[in-house]
C-alpha cells in the first residue's frame, strides 16, 4: 500500500525558514517523480514544486522560485522541501504527491499524503 | 500565468448528471492533452478521478469521465451519488515545466 506522510510543518515568523519531509512507503521511490503542492486555508490547490526520478530535474512556480528547494533520498525513500524567506502568502498546508508514471511529473499525481500545515505569521 | 477557470459551485439530484467545466488558454488546456481531475473531501487529501483529459485511475467508478473541446475539458459525474458530494480540482499542464490547477468546484448533491 502506498503512504505519503508529510512532517516539518509548524509555525515560523516572516523571514524564516522551515524543511518539510515526505516520508514514502510502499512502491520503489527512486523511479517516480514528486510534487509538492499547497493548499492554503479555504482556497485551492496550488503546485509548488517538482523533481524527477533521479533528481536532476527541479522545477518550481515562479511564486517560489529561488525560496524554496526540492529534493530527495532515496536510500531514505523521503522528499524534501526547504523553505527560506518565508511570507505570510505561504502560509498552506503542504501536500507531497507521487506522480502516476515513472517519466513526466505533470501528467497526473496518483497518491497524496494528508499534509503538513505551515504558518507563517508573527 | 493565471489558474485555470472552474465554476464555484455545481449541483444536482440523486441519480441525476452533473457537468464541471475547466477554461484555460491554448497555452495549457488547448495545447496538451495533461488535463487531470481531483476529488477533494473536506479534511482528505486529493483524490486522482480522471488523467491525461479522459482515462480513469483503477478503482474509479464509470460514473466519473472527461473530455476536453479547445481549451475547455470537462467532468462529468453520472449517477450522482450522496458520497460524490465535494470539491473538484482540474489541473493542466502548462509547458516549460509549469502546472496550473483551477480554482476549484464545489459539486452539492441535493
Known amino acids: 500500500e502506498v503512504q505519503l506522510l508529510e512532517s516539518g510543518g509548524g509555525l515560523v515568523q516572516p523571514g524564516g525558514s522551515l524543511r518539510l519531509s515526505c516520508a514514502a512507503s510502499?512502491?520503489?521511490?527512486?523511479?517516480?517523480?514528486m510534487t509538492w503542492v499547497r493548499q492554503a486555508p479555504g482556497k485551492g490547490l496550488e503546485w509548488v514544486s517538482a523533481i524527477s526520478p533521479n533528481a536532476v530535474g527541479t522545477y518550481y512556480a515562479d511564486s517560489v522560485k529561488g525560496r524554496f528547494t526540492i529534493s530527495r533520498d532515496s536510500s531514505k525513500n523521503t522528499l524534501y522541501l526547504q523553505m527560506n524567506s518565508l511570507r505570510a502568502e505561504d502560509t498552506a498546508l503542504y501536500f507531497c504527491?507521487?506522480?502516476?508514471?515513472?517519466?513526466?511529473?505533470?501528467?497526473?499525481?496518483?497518491?497524496w499524503g494528508r499534509g503538513s500545515l505551515v504558518t507563517v505569521s508573527s | 500565468q493565471s489558474a485555470l477557470t472552474q465554476p464555484p459551485s455545481a449541483s444536482g439530484s440523486p441519480g441525476q448528471s452533473v457537468t464541471i467545466s475547466c477554461t484555460g488558454t491554448s497555452s495549457d488546456v488547448g495545447a496538451y492533452n495533461y488535463v487531470s481531475w481531483y476529488q477533494q473531501h473536506p479534511g482528505k487529501a486529493p483524490k486522482l478521478m480522471i488523467y491525461?483529459?479522459?482515462k480513469r485511475p483503477s478503482g474509479v467508478p464509470d460514473r466519473f469521465s472527461g473530455s476536453k473541446s479547445g481549451n475547455t475539458a470537462s467532468l462529468t459525474v453520472s449517477g450522482l451519488q450522496s458520497e460524490d458530494e465535494a470539491d473538484y480540482y482540474c489541473?493542466?499542464?502548462?509547458?516549460?515545466?509549469?502546472?496550473?490547477f483551477g480554482g476549484g468546484t464545489k459539486l452539492t448533491v441535493l
Open positions: 510502499g512502491f520503489t521511490f527512486s523511479t517516480y517523480a
Open positions: 504527491a507521487k506522480g502516476f508514471y515513472t517519466g513526466s511529473w505533470y501528467i497526473a499525481a496518483d497518491y
Open positions: 489541473s493542466s499542464y502548462a509547458g516549460s515545466n509549469n502546472l496550473l
Open positions: 491525461e483529459v479522459s
